[in-house]
Each structure stands twice: as C-alpha cells, then as structure tokens.
C-alpha cells in the first residue's frame, strides 16, 4: 500500500507540474496573442512592400499584355509582308518569263532583220548592175 501511496504522489506531483507548465503556457500564448512579436512599423513595412509588389505585378501585366499585342501586330504585318512578298516573288518571275520570252523574239526579229537587209543589199546590187548596164 505504501508502494501504492508513493506513485499516488508521485502522479499528483506530475499532475501538479503538468497544471503548472499549462497554465505557463496559456499564459504565454495570451500574452503572445496580445503582443505580436512584430511591431507595428515592421508590420506596416511588410505592408508597404506588399503593396509595392503587387504594384510591380500589376505593371508587369500589363506590360506583358502590351508587348503580347505589339507580337501580335507584328505577326500581323509579318504575315502581310510575307504574302506581298510571295506576290511580288511570283510577279517578278512571270515579268522574267516575259522577258526571256520577248527576248528571244527579239533575237528572231534581228536575225531576220539582217536576212532582210542582206536580201535588200543583194536586191540594191542587181538593181545598180542593172541600171548600170542600161546606161
């Protein structure tokens, strides 16, 4: 029994200690509840820079927004470009094809220009022998 009494104790002693660091901890939480450990100019430092940043992220929206349509435009005007470009592309090798084209008629024309002028040389030449033997 004796032995019964002493952990009886024992147990209200641990009780007694556990009650004790409860109440220090209540205590402590209260206190800590009523008294941040940040103080109110580091709170409102915290706050400034909140919103600075939320500033920032706000500007860099809309600077992102800015630039994704100035990438679009740009898209816009490139793709304008590019489709002038392939009608220009197939302008140009149609007027290329024209040109070899009246080129090569236009070698036609002085070849038969000179069979012309060397048929008109011989015809001036019999004429002359034949105005010469006339006279």
């Not at 209260?30 to 706050?47: F, G, T, W």
């Amino acid at each position: 029994m004796s032995n019964l009494l002493s952990q009886l104790t024992q147990l209200q002693t641990a009780i007694a200690k556990l009650t004790e660091k409860c109440q220090f901890v209540t205590s402590e939480l209260a206190r800590l509840k009523a008294q941040p450990s940040i103080s109110n100019e580091q709170m409102s430092e915290v706050q400034s820079e909140l919103e600075q940043t939320q500033q920032r992220i706000e500007n860099l929206e809309q600077l992102i927004a800015e630039q994704e349509q100035n990438h679009a435009e740009l898209e816009s005007r490139y793709q304008s470009l590019s489709d002038s470009h392939s009608v220009l592309g197939n302008e140009y090798e149609q007027a290329q094809a024209k040109i070899d084209e009246l080129s090569l008629a236009n070698q036609k024309l002085i070849e038969k220009n000179q069979v012309a002028a060397e048929h008109t040389k011989l015809v001036l030449e019999r004429l002359a022998k034949i105005d010469n033997e006339d006279n």
